[in-house]
């Protein structure tokens, strides 16, 4: 059963930070490029950063970069990948829901490119 969950969203204060967590289950994760994104509602989902299988490399949406970062550790043992967002220098504008997604492929910035899907964690910065 393949199971992306992610958690650590929460309020905050703008210029706070925040950690967010996926662990993504039920397939060779380890091998998949692991991309975050968010949503507003009524607003398209917005890409904000991606990591590649072994962790080595990493991209950023031009919003987030410099505040961002993407790390994973993967656990070849048990085919799963721990993902992690850590956000600094919250702003309210990265107020969102935050899903996590994996690709069987070469990173991408576009959602359709990701198979699998996590639910989704609630972020919201106050000003």
């Known amino acids: 059963q393949v199971q992306l969950v992610e958690s650590g969203g929460g309020l905050v204060q703008a210029g706070g930070s925040l950690r967010l967590s996926c662990v993504a289950s039920?397939?060779?994760?380890?091998?998949?490029?692991m991309g975050w994104f968010r949503q507003d509602p009524g607003k398209e989902r917005e890409f904000v950063g991606v990591i590649s299988r072994t962790g080595g490399s990493t991209y950023y949406a031009d919003s987030v970069k410099g505040r961002f970062t993407i790390s994973r550790v993967n656990d070849n043992a048990k085919n799963t990948a721990t993902v992690f967002l850590q956000m600094n220098s919250l702003k309210p504008e990265d107020t969102a829901s935050y899903y996590c997604?994996?690709?069987?492929?070469?990173?991408?910035?576009?959602?359709?490119?990701?198979?699998?899907w996590g639910q989704g964690t609630q972020v919201t910065v106050s000003s």
């Open positions: 997604a994996a690709r069987n492929g070469f990173y991408s910035s576009s959602y359709s490119a990701y198979s699998y």
């Open positions: 039920g397939r060779s994760f380890s091998s998949y490029s």
